[in-house]
């Protein structure tokens, strides 16, 4: 079964700065997806950005980039000049091909002034 | 339109109640899902429906029972829940994506509270 590893479960950032999340993740499947999603203490699941695995190019969606590095089985979310609204719960998520999500467990990123 | 709504945003139950939870969505999306989430942790996938049918079943309790009346609309049926229940219940439905993964599209949730 697949696995995604996200070992860090509390980072901080100040404002302005960026940061890079982690998530590695294991799998013997050739055709799978990537997943970033954001989640707020509001509770809503924010899609923020996708890679497929036979992307050439890493992903990048405004101030989200993803650093995949497929040989090694990892897709890190870098954010850019953070902002204050960035601090939440961050979830990478695998997909196979089976309509179903692989979750890490998350990271709770705090944003300081 | 691209976005899963859900109904109610909050919902409080007894033990004894029958409650439903609904979720929609226009996209014409193939597939949805339910999701159970525990505080600080990840969703936990409950049920997928595709094209109208479960496809899916984590192996839930009877106690929940999903029905997929058409494909824009989703329903949680509630009977006899547990305080453990108690969580966020979440909403979504996916497109296929170039790459051959399906990318969901998350509801706001329901935020439920067993006593």
């Known amino acids: 079964a697949q696995k995604i590893t996200q070992t860090q479960p509390g980072m901080f950032v100040q404002e302005k700065e960026a940061v890079t999340l982690d998530c590695t993740y294991d799998t013997s499947d050739q055709s799978y997806g990537l997943f970033w999603y954001k989640q707020p203490s509001s509770g809503e699941m924010i899609f923020l950005i996708y890679q497929g695995s036979y992307d050439e190019q890493n992903a990048t969606e405004g101030r989200y980039s993803l650093n995949f590095q497929k040989a090694r089985k990892s897709a890190n979310l870098v954010i850019s000049a953070s902002q204050l609204g960035d601090s939440a719960m961050y979830f990478c998520?695998?997909?196979?091909?089976?309509?179903?999500?692989?979750f890490g467990k998350g990271t709770k990123l705090t944003v300081n002034p | 339109d691209t976005e899963v709504t859900q109904t109610p945003k909050h919902l409080v139950m007894g033990m004894t109640n029958k409650k439903s939870l609904k979720c929609e969505q226009h996209m014409g999306h193939r597939a949805m899902y339910w999701y159970k989430q525990k505080a600080k942790k990840p969703p936990e996938l409950m049920f997928v429906y595709s094209y109208e049918k479960l496809s899916i079943n984590e192996s839930v309790p009877s106690r929940f029972s999903p029905e997929c009346p058409n494909s824009s609309l989703l329903n949680l049926h509630l009977h006899a829940l547990q305080p453990e229940d108690s969580a966020l219940y979440l909403c979504a439905s996916s497109r296929l994506l170039a790459g051959a993964s399906y990318e969901q599209y998350f509801g706001p949730g329901t935020r439920l509270t067993v006593t």
């Open positions: 998520a695998y997909e196979g091909g089976s309509e179903k999500l692989v």
